[in-house]
Structures are given as C-alpha cells and as structure tokens.
C-alpha cells in the first residue's frame, strides 16, 4: 500500500520535490567542506536505496569500497558511517562531547513521549538528571544484585517449562522460551509483576512496539512529503501502538500509587517504586520521563537479552566442540546441586568468552543507537558539519578482519587471555553496548542476565537438532529490528525514479482521460478515481474489508479502474448469481497476473488458465481423475494417519501449562496430507524447506506487481526488488517439482507397486494420452501445493477461533461428536455424516472466513450486460464472498457465529444453492478440491473436539483473542491460535 498511495500522488509529490531537488543541488554545489567518501547517490533519496534490509551488512559492504568513514545522505539527511574501531574510538572518545545527542525519529519520538527517556532523548539537562538516576538508583550494582532473586527464580522456571520436553520427540521453541523468559524477568524487575500475570497481550504489545520502532517513517528522511506516512498507515499503525503503551504504562503506575497510597510497603521496590519515590522527593521527575523510562527498559530489558542467548545457543549448535568445552566447565564446576546460582558465574571464564563472542559476532543493536553532532568538527581530515547523523556499525567493526584473526569464525577461545571481560570497548574493537556518553546504562544487568540463562541451559540440558537436521541445516538469516529501520525498499526506489516516471506517465494520463471522455457505455456506478492509480488506493491492505464498505455507499455493483485495469466488483448473492450463472460463460476466463502467470508455468494450470482447450481438458482430468469421489475416498487412510499423529503431538502438551501452537500444529498437518497425496512422501520427509518454499510463494500470489496495474512502468518490479524475488520463488519452486517428478520417474522404471499419488496419475496420463505437458503436471502440483495446503489450515483455525469466543457453540459441538464416538478414541471419516452441527460449524466458519475472501479474479470474454449496466469484455470480475456471506439483507445478525442457522438446510455441502455462501465459488470455474477440502476439514475439526478439552493461556480471557487476518491470496489469522490442551477423559490412552 505505501507503494499504491505513492505513485497515486506522483504529480503533487513531484512538484513538492522539483524545488527541492533544484535547492539541494544548489546547496551541495555551494558547499567548501572536504566530506568523507561518498558513494553514487540518487535524486530525491539520496543513498536510501543502498540501506538495504539489514543496514549493517550493506554498509560493511559499502565501507570495503570506500573506507572506515563515509558520508551518506539519507533522503534530506547528512550522515557519516563509521566502520572501524580507531574511527569509533575518535567520535566515541576524542569527540564524544561533539556528537553525544540523537537525531528525533518519528516512532522514537512518540513511544518514548517526546524523548523523555534515556536512550532517546537529546542532549541537555534532562538528559543528564535521568541518566544520573538511572546510574545511581536504577542501575547501579547494589540494585542489579538485588534483582539476583528474581533472575534466578524465572531462570529455574523456565528450566522446568523446558524438562517437559525432555525425552520426548518435539523440539522445544528455544526463541519463544527465552523470550518469554527474559520478559518476566523484566516485568517482575520493573513493574512489580510476572509476564504471566499481565498476559499474552503484553507480548502482542512488546512485538507491535518493536515493529514500529524498527518500522521505516518517510517524515524522518523526506520531511517535505512526511503526511504520506499516514496514506501507508504507517502513522496509524504507530498512534495505536502508542495508546497500547500507554495505556498499560498507567495501570502500572495506578498499581503502584494504590500500594503506596495502602501503604503495602513489604514487598522490595521495583523499578516503578524508585521512580515514583524520586518523583516526589525531587519534584524534577515527570510522569511522561517515568513513561519514558520505562520504554527503554521494556524494549531493552525483554529483547536484547533473549537475542544474545538465541544467538549464542545457535552457534554453540554449529559448533559442537564449543558446546562440549563449555558444558564441561559449567558442569564440572557446579556438580550435583541442580542449578547453576549467579554466584558461580564469576568462575566460568570459557562461558563468559561464549558470550563475548556471540556479542563479537551478532551485536543485537548492530548500527547502536544512531547519535547527532552538537557542532562542527574533524576526523581523519574530512570535516563533519552540526546536525549530522552518526551511525557506528560495530557489526563490522566486531568483524573487522584487520583486527580479528578469522572474524567470521566462532573462536571464544581468542578472549581467554583478555582481561576485559566486561565489555568495556578498552581499544573499541568490540562494542556491543556503545562507549561514551551514550553507553547503554544496562549493561550489567544484560550481561548478568545473558550468562545465568545460558549458563543453566548448558548445565540442563543436552541438546541435539530436530530429526533430520544437520547443523549445516541451521539458518543464520537475520530480521530486521528496533535500531534502524527495514527500509522499504520498494518504497524508496519508486521516489528515486519520481522524475522518469511522471515523464513516462503524463502522456499516458492524457491519452487515459481522452478515451475516457469519448465511452457511450452506462457503466455501474464508480467511486472517484486519482489520476494514475484510479481506485488502487482504495483496496487497502484487506481489499476485502475495504471494497465491502465501498458497496455500501456506492451499491453491489460497483466499477473501479485499478490502474489500467477496468474492475466490476460483485457484493450481493444476486449479483454473484448473475454473474456465476447467468453469464458464466461470458466471464469464465482469468486476468494475467505476473505472480500467477510466472508461478503456474504461463497459466498452464487449473486455477489461473485462461478458459481455452487446454483448461477444459486440465479441468476434465481433475474431476475424472484427480478429485473424482472415489479418489478423495482412496486417500482416506492418509487423512486419518496424519490427524492421529497430531493428535498425539497435541497430547504431549495435555495437563502442562505450556500452551500449543495450533496454527503450527494444523499448518504442518495439512501440508503432509497434501504431500502425502500429490507427491506420495510425507511433509516430515521433504523436511523444512517444504514450508519456507510454501511461504514464500504464497507470499508472491499476494505480493503487488507494479506491472499488473500500469504496464508501462512493469520495469518498475525490477527495481522494488518484487521481480527478482518471484524468479527466485520460482527456481526454487521448480527444483521442487522436478525432484518429485525425477523420483516418480525413477520409481516407475524399477516398477515400485505402492498405492497411485496424484503425480503417478498425472504422468500416467501424460504417457498414454500425449497431450499433458510437464508445465501443465507442475502447474497442477502448483494448484494443489497452495490450496491443499492452506486453506484447510487456515478454515480449522478460524473455527477453533471462534469456537474459543463462543463456548457455548464448542460445548454443543463437543457433545455431539463425543456422543456420537463415544469411547473408541478417534473420529473416523464415517463418523462424519452423522455429525450434523458440526457441519453447520464448518459451513458457519466459512461464511465468517472464507479463505479466499475475494475468490480467484475472473477475466471477461465478451461484453454483456446485468442490472442494465455494461460490463466490456476483457474487464476483470472480483466476487466479495467475504461481503456477501456478511450480508445484513439476507443473514441476521451477520457478525455472530450461529451455526444453527444451517441446521434446517439441506445444503450442506456448500453447492452455494441460492450464492449467499459461496467459499468455493460457482459454475465452470469452482474450486474442484472443493469436497476434498472440505472432508480434510471436517475430520481434522471433529478430532479436535473429540480428543482434547479447550481453555485459553492463563490470564487471557475470549475478548482478548485477536481476531486480525493477515493479507493474502488465502487470509490467513494474522496472530497464530495458541491454546492450552487437556487430553479427554473418555478418550481411551
């Protein structure tokens, strides 16, 4: 959508920006300055582009072109990169007092309430008297060891939550553990109260807060054209975050007034308590500071912790000598007691060298905190103006190969003659947490954190990789985070060519409205359109959701322009009828797409086929011989297999109170039937890489392509970097495909007689009736890779969704298949048609969720006309299923899930008899997995009610589930469904 709305305002922006680059221009020839290097910068952005998604790799690259100091301008901003440690150790040192203050970002500045913190704040008296406070009373020693109980107390817990792994074949979620570990820590530490005890939506709080500080603000580089932060939603998304925060800031400080008001002075002062204390005592403090303040040690405290230790296990697993080395310190020295104390830590010298080494390699804050120069100074000869932004990469600095003998090699035995074990950066060749001024004010208590978590999982535990995984397996990819933002690329490209563009474009514009002008057809009625983009800008993130509420303003039919593109979209039953069987025929065929085209091998497949020979014969394959009833049945043992293995998964969690991840759990099992049948190997057997090439080509189905909407600027896919990922989506893809078919080839020349899959019967047909090609075979794979695979997931998550929200409905169906089963232990598939509520579950979900919300587009063959509107030929058709199953004229009370409302309906198998439910589609272009689907719903739905009794994380109520649905081809739950599951009693073990 930042995208969209940018090239919607291409002409205003140009002539915001014209004047601006001519001044800047203007400027830099003006200036007598020696600069440091400056690397090739573009119109408008500067050397934006040239971040990259993780600065510090593409800045080290960088620096290797144009040394250890270079000057950037980042949109309107001057900024020098420092990449090595003797030019750290000049602005950190020598010129520490220069350039000790920050440069204002637009998420930094609201979530820490105008830069009343510590880590954000400017340079100045404030900032000083909260820094002296947070040395003195929140920090200092004496406070850190008073803290020791709490460390050691969560660090045992969480050992615990862990041993219930033990001996089992799951793999425990390392990364949520810690995470969750350090975050109680940190609550317990500041606000008096567990993580648990605030609940899973301090996570969801933490997570969005995190985001939006590592999200990319376009007022903090081209402040001229700052309100289009709010066309991206970006400062929407930022204000609601800020109410989030501050919200639980102030029930916190309440609790706190309330104790001290009761005077319920027994328990230990929390952070909370200091601050409140200094604020009366010393009047200086402010309520927003107190906020401020507790900011940084949300973010901080909860975040960096848990990365460092996530990081250090991760290479311990690469390198399985390091581990060994430092288990057997760890355990020797601590023997038999059960856990390692903090108290032992000071004698675990190889550990501690672990822990600089990760901290070498993967420092959490790798650009630290960006900080700003107070006046004009000079390093190394080059001059560096006031209000320039310093960024520090003590990523590359930690791998300078100037410095480090072998940098990219995990070696912590390179610190064990080091004295300086405690991280204070003496020659600024490592440093994690900054030097100066602006060092982080945490540090010890990082680090203490850090060692008595890694200390005890090494001494706990014996920790192997999941079954079939090698540590050349272990992925190093790193995210994006808090300290400097993942620029949209996209974004930033399309502002740099703003001048080509418009000079391409405003040709196009003439030539648009001139045709426009000159149409006699009575077209359906059309909201206002920008120049350019027509309605794109109204599709919103869930086009869905926005085009519904469009159709009640503008009526069931409306006519948009997306881009070039003429667009009906369809919102009522009656209007999905005329379309779906009055004129199937008429607009039976698809738009091009470039995702779907690239992905199904040019539309050689059933789902995106322009309708032609080719697709009727496809079509007629897959019902006769793919999908026919008989082949659906064959596959039953499959579908039953699969749902008692996860099943068993679940039941590994039942009566701990480690909640289940269900959209994990659902996600996998769907994706193994799908293999299982199509490709004949289970999804355990294709191993990960399954999931990340599903992932991902979802991901590209959903994408935007700048080509699909203006042609004339297709180039532009190139340069968002959208294009080359769908090649690379593709490549992988197609080695997939081709390694299942070359199996299946060589299976058949040994003559293997195991059971047909959906391969075998594509290359048996290819064999004898000539005519299928093997794009045609991978396109079908394709079909049934994504829609196998995700929208049965996705439909059995909404359900247990909103059965959660609704217990009373999870009781009804919960009855009636336990009644039904009784205690033979499982649903079997011919339990099924005798349980009739639950397909009124099913079907009720459906109409609330479709997965696909606006069905697959349809393509006009020929004009023709409904409700007396034209509608061309070669116009693009959306259906709203999403809208029309919400539709208030035909359904009551529309939002609420009541299944009984399909009771007395014979239409149980979603035929779509009267269109006012149509998850599938209709007429020649309806889903053909549809009744496969829907069986492989069914049984894994009914299982889960059978097998396992439901309740939400502790201190998590049913208003508290996040009902948000991520964008997508197939619209998923945005947040995954975790729930505590507790084994049925009647259920035989």
Same mark, same amino acid.
């Given at each position: 959508?930042?995208?969209?709305?940018?090239?919607?305002?291409?002409?205003?922006?140009?002539?915001?920006?014209?004047?601006?680059?001519?001044?800047?221009?203007?400027?830099?020839?003006?200036?007598?300055?020696?600069?440091?290097?400056?690397?090739?910068?573009?119109?408008?952005?500067?050397?934006?582009?040239?971040?990259?998604?993780?600065?510090?790799?593409?800045?080290?690259?960088?620096?290797?072109?144009?040394?250890?100091?270079?000057?950037?301008?980042?949109?309107?901003?001057?900024?020098?990169?420092?990449?090595?440690?003797?030019?750290?150790?000049?602005?950190?040192?020598?010129?520490?007092?220069?350039?000790?203050?920050?440069?204002?970002?637009?998420?930094?500045?609201?979530?820490?309430?105008?830069?009343?913190?510590?880590?954000?704040?400017?340079?100045?008296?404030?900032?000083?008297?909260?820094?002296?406070?947070?040395?003195?009373?929140?920090?200092?020693?004496?406070?850190?060891?008073?803290?020791?109980?709490?460390?050691?107390?969560?660090?045992?817990?969480?050992?615990?939550?862990?041993?219930?792994?033990?001996?089992?074949?799951?793999?425990?979620?390392?990364?949520?553990?810690?995470?969750?570990?350090?975050?109680?820590?940190?609550?317990?530490?500041?606000?008096?109260?567990?993580?648990?005890?605030?609940?899973?939506?301090?996570?969801?709080?933490?997570?969005?807060?995190?985001?939006?500080?590592?999200?990319?603000?376009?007022?903090?580089?081209?402040?001229?054209?700052?309100?289009?932060?709010?066309?991206?939603?970006?400062?929407?998304?930022?204000?609601?975050?800020?109410?989030?925060?501050?919200?639980?800031?102030?029930?916190?400080?309440?609790?706190?007034?309330?104790?001290?008001?009761?005077?319920?002075?027994?328990?230990?002062?929390?952070?909370?308590?200091?601050?409140?204390?200094?604020?009366?005592?010393?009047?200086?403090?402010?309520?927003?500071?107190?906020?401020?303040?507790?900011?940084?040690?949300?973010?901080?405290?909860?975040?960096?912790?848990?990365?460092?230790?996530?990081?250090?296990?991760?290479?311990?697993?690469?390198?399985?000598?390091?581990?060994?080395?430092?288990?057997?310190?760890?355990?020797?020295?601590?023997?038999?007691?059960?856990?390692?104390?903090?108290?032992?830590?000071?004698?675990?010298?190889?550990?501690?060298?672990?822990?600089?080494?990760?901290?070498?390699?993967?420092?959490?804050?790798?650009?630290?905190?960006?900080?700003?120069?107070?006046?004009?100074?000079?390093?190394?000869?080059?001059?560096?103006?006031?209000?320039?932004?310093?960024?520090?990469?003590?990523?590359?600095?930690?791998?300078?190969?100037?410095?480090?003998?072998?940098?990219?090699?995990?070696?912590?035995?390179?610190?064990?003659?080091?004295?300086?074990?405690?991280?204070?950066?003496?020659?600024?060749?490592?440093?994690?947490?900054?030097?100066?001024?602006?060092?982080?004010?945490?540090?010890?208590?990082?680090?203490?954190?850090?060692?008595?978590?890694?200390?005890?999982?090494?001494?706990?535990?014996?920790?192997?990789?999941?079954?079939?995984?090698?540590?050349?397996?272990?992925?190093?990819?790193?995210?994006?985070?808090?300290?400097?933002?993942?620029?949209?690329?996209?974004?930033?490209?399309?502002?740099?060519?703003?001048?080509?563009?418009?000079?391409?474009?405003?040709?196009?514009?003439?030539?648009?409205?001139?045709?426009?002008?000159?149409?006699?057809?009575?077209?359906?009625?059309?909201?206002?359109?920008?120049?350019?983009?027509?309605?794109?800008?109204?599709?919103?993130?869930?086009?869905?959701?926005?085009?519904?509420?469009?159709?009640?303003?503008?009526?069931?039919?409306?006519?948009?322009?997306?881009?070039?593109?003429?667009?009906?979209?369809?919102?009522?039953?009656?209007?999905?009828?005329?379309?779906?069987?009055?004129?199937?025929?008429?607009?039976?065929?698809?738009?091009?797409?470039?995702?779907?085209?690239?992905?199904?091998?040019?539309?050689?497949?059933?789902?995106?086929?322009?309708?032609?020979?080719?697709?009727?014969?496809?079509?007629?394959?897959?019902?006769?011989?793919?999908?026919?009833?008989?082949?659906?049945?064959?596959?039953?043992?499959?579908?039953?297999?699969?749902?008692?293995?996860?099943?068993?998964?679940?039941?590994?969690?039942?009566?701990?109170?480690?909640?289940?991840?269900?959209?994990?759990?659902?996600?996998?099992?769907?994706?193994?039937?799908?293999?299982?049948?199509?490709?004949?190997?289970?999804?355990?057997?294709?191993?990960?890489?399954?999931?990340?090439?599903?992932?991902?080509?979802?991901?590209?189905?959903?994408?935007?392509?700048?080509?699909?909407?203006?042609?004339?600027?297709?180039?532009?896919?190139?340069?968002?970097?959208?294009?080359?990922?769908?090649?690379?989506?593709?490549?992988?893809?197609?080695?997939?495909?081709?390694?299942?078919?070359?199996?299946?080839?060589?299976?058949?020349?040994?003559?293997?007689?195991?059971?047909?899959?959906?391969?075998?019967?594509?290359?048996?047909?290819?064999?004898?009736?000539?005519?299928?090609?093997?794009?045609?075979?991978?396109?079908?794979?394709?079909?049934?890779?994504?829609?196998?695979?995700?929208?049965?997931?996705?439909?059995?998550?909404?359900?247990?969704?909103?059965?959660?929200?609704? &217990?009373? #409905?999870?009781?009804?169906?919960?009855?009636?298949?336990? !009644?039904? =089963?009784?205690?033979? $232990? *499982?649903?079997?598939? %011919?339990?099924?048609?005798?349980?009739?509520?639950?397909?009124?579950?099913?079907?009720?979900?459906?109409?609330?969720?479709?997965?696909?919300?606006?069905?697959?587009?349809?393509?006009?063959?020929?004009?023709?006309?409904?409700?007396?509107?034209?509608?061309?030929?070669?116009?693009?058709?959306?259906?709203?299923?999403?809208?029309?199953?919400?539709?208030?004229?035909?359904?009551?009370? &529309?939002? #609420?899930?009541?299944?009984?409302?399909?009771?007395?309906? !014979?239409? =149980?198998?979603?035929? $779509? *008899?009267?269109?006012? %439910?149509?998850?599938?589609?209709?007429?020649?272009?309806?889903?053909?997995?549809?009744?496969?689907?829907?069986?492989?719903?069914?049984?894994?739905?009914?299982?889960?009610?059978?097998?396992?009794?439901?309740?939400?994380?502790?201190?998590?109520?049913?208003?508290?589930?996040?009902?948000?649905?991520?964008?997508?081809?197939?619209?998923?739950?945005?947040?995954?469904?975790?729930?505590?599951?507790?084994?049925?009693?009647?259920?035989?073990?």
């Amino acid at each position: 959508m930042a995208l969209l709305h940018m090239i919607a305002s291409l002409p205003f922006v140009v002539l915001l920006l014209l004047p601006l680059l001519l001044l800047t221009r203007r400027k830099e020839g003006s200036t007598s300055l020696k600069l440091p290097p400056v690397p090739p910068k573009l119109p408008v952005i500067g050397n934006l582009h040239q971040l990259g998604r993780l600065p510090h790799h593409s800045l080290s690259r960088l620096s290797q072109r144009y040394g250890p100091l270079m000057y950037l301008k980042l949109g309107h901003e001057p900024t020098v990169v420092v990449s090595s440690a003797n030019m750290a150790q000049e602005i950190l040192k020598t010129h520490d007092l220069e350039c000790c203050s920050r440069q204002p970002r637009t998420s930094h500045t609201k979530l820490s309430y105008g830069c009343s913190d510590i880590a954000f704040a400017v340079y100045g008296g404030p900032w000083r008297e909260l820094r002296r406070i947070s040395i003195i009373e929140l920090f200092s020693a004496k406070k850190i060891a008073s803290f020791r109980s709490i460390r050691e107390e969560e660090v045992e817990r969480t050992m615990s939550s862990i041993s219930s792994y033990s001996s089992s074949s799951l793999p425990v979620d390392l990364s949520k553990e810690l995470i969750a570990l350090t975050s109680t820590i940190t609550c317990r530490m500041a606000f008096g109260r567990s993580y648990h005890d605030v609940g899973s939506r301090f996570q969801i709080i933490l997570n969005e807060a995190q985001a939006v500080l590592g999200g990319f603000f376009i007022a903090d580089y081209l402040p001229i054209i700052g309100w289009a932060d709010w066309l991206t939603g970006m400062r929407a998304r930022l204000e609601k975050n800020f109410i989030d925060l501050d919200r639980f800031y102030q029930q916190v400080l309440d609790e706190h007034l309330d104790r001290a008001q009761q005077q319920q002075r027994d328990s230990s002062e929390d952070l909370v308590d200091i601050l409140l204390r200094m604020q009366k005592d010393e009047k200086s403090l402010t309520t927003d500071q107190i906020k401020g303040v507790l900011m940084n040690v949300f973010i901080g405290g909860s975040d960096t912790s848990s990365a460092t230790t996530g990081w250090a296990m991760t290479e311990l697993m690469r390198h399985p000598q390091a581990m060994e080395k430092a288990q057997e310190e760890v355990r020797s020295l601590v023997g038999s007691k059960g856990k390692v104390e903090e108290s032992d830590i000071d004698q675990l010298h190889y550990l501690k060298c672990v822990v600089k080494e990760t901290m070498r390699l993967h420092p959490v804050v790798p650009m630290l905190i960006p900080r700003t120069t107070l006046q004009h100074f000079k390093i190394n000869g080059y001059d560096v103006p006031p209000n320039t932004t310093i960024l520090i990469n003590a990523w590359a600095i930690g791998r300078d190969g100037s410095y480090w003998e072998s940098p990219e090699v995990f070696k912590p035995e390179r610190f064990m003659n080091s004295t300086d074990l405690e991280f204070a950066g003496k020659d600024f060749n490592m440093i994690p947490f900054g030097e100066g001024r602006r060092i982080c004010p945490g540090k010890n208590l990082g680090i203490k954190t850090v060692e008595i978590m890694l200390a005890n999982l090494l001494y706990s535990f014996d920790w192997e990789l999941p079954t079939g995984t090698t540590k050349e397996d272990i992925d190093m990819d790193e995210a994006p985070g808090v300290t400097h933002p993942e620029v949209s690329m996209a974004l930033l490209r399309m502002i740099a060519s703003l001048p080509f563009v418009v000079l391409l474009l405003l040709p196009l514009l003439l030539l648009t409205r001139r045709k426009e002008s000159s149409t006699s057809l009575k077209l359906p009625p059309a909201p206002p359109r920008l120049p350019l983009i027509g309605n794109l800008h109204q599709l919103g993130i869930l086009p869905h959701h926005s085009l519904s509420r469009l159709s009640q303003r503008y009526g069931p039919l409306m006519y948009l322009k997306l881009g070039h593109k003429p667009t009906i979209v369809v919102s009522s039953a009656n209007m999905a009828q005329e379309i779906l069987q009055t004129h199937d025929l008429e607009c039976c065929s698809r738009p091009s797409r470039t995702s779907y085209t690239k992905l199904s091998y040019g539309c050689s497949d059933i789902a995106f086929a322009a309708y032609g020979g080719p697709w009727r014969e496809l079509r007629r394959i897959s019902i006769i011989e793919l999908l026919s009833a008989k082949k659906v049945a064959s596959f039953r043992s499959i579908r039953e297999e699969e749902v008692e293995r996860t099943v068993n998964s679940i039941s590994s969690y039942s009566g701990s109170s480690l909640p289940v991840d269900l959209s994990k759990e659902l996600i996998t099992l769907t994706s193994t039937i799908t293999c299982r049948m199509a490709y004949g190997r289970s999804y355990h057997d294709v191993g990960g890489r399954f999931q990340m090439i599903l992932n991902e080509v979802e991901a590209m189905f959903g994408g935007f392509f700048i080509a699909d909407y203006l042609p004339i600027i297709g180039w532009a896919d190139w340069i968002t970097g959208m294009r080359a990922r769908l090649e690379k989506s593709f490549v992988d893809l197609d080695r997939f495909f081709q390694r299942v078919l070359d199996e299946h080839l060589d299976r058949v020349q040994q003559q293997h007689d195991s059971g047909e899959d959906l391969v075998d019967i594509l290359l048996r047909m290819q064999k004898d009736e000539k005519s299928l090609t093997t794009d045609q075979i991978k396109g079908v794979l394709m079909n049934v890779f994504i829609g196998g695979s995700e929208t049965s997931s996705a439909t059995v998550i909404w359900a247990m969704t909103e059965l959660m929200r609704h &217990p009373q #409905v999870m009781r009804k169906a919960q009855e009636e298949v336990r !009644s039904l =089963v009784g205690r033979k $232990g *499982k649903v079997e598939e %011919s339990d099924i048609d005798q349980l009739r509520y639950l397909k009124c579950v099913v079907k009720e979900t459906m109409r609330l969720h479709p997965v696909v919300p606006m069905l697959i587009p349809r393509a006009t063959l020929q004009h023709f006309k409904i409700n007396n509107y034209d509608v061309p030929s070669n116009t693009t058709i959306l259906i709203n299923a999403w809208a029309i199953g919400r539709d208030a004229s035909y359904w009551e009370s &529309p939002e #609420v899930l009541k299944p009984e409302r399909f009771m007395n309906s !014979s239409d =149980v198998e979603f035929a $779509g *008899k009267d269109f006012n %439910s149509i998850p599938f589609g209709e007429g020649r272009r309806i889903c053909p997995g549809k009744h496969l689907g829907i069986k492989t719903i069914e049984i894994m739905l009914a299982n889960l009610l059978y097998s396992f009794d439901w309740e939400l994380p502790t201190g998590m109520t049913k208003e508290d589930i996040n009902m948000d649905e991520a964008p997508g081809i197939t619209v998923h739950k945005r947040h995954a469904l975790r729930l505590l599951a507790t084994k049925y009693s009647g259920v035989y073990s």
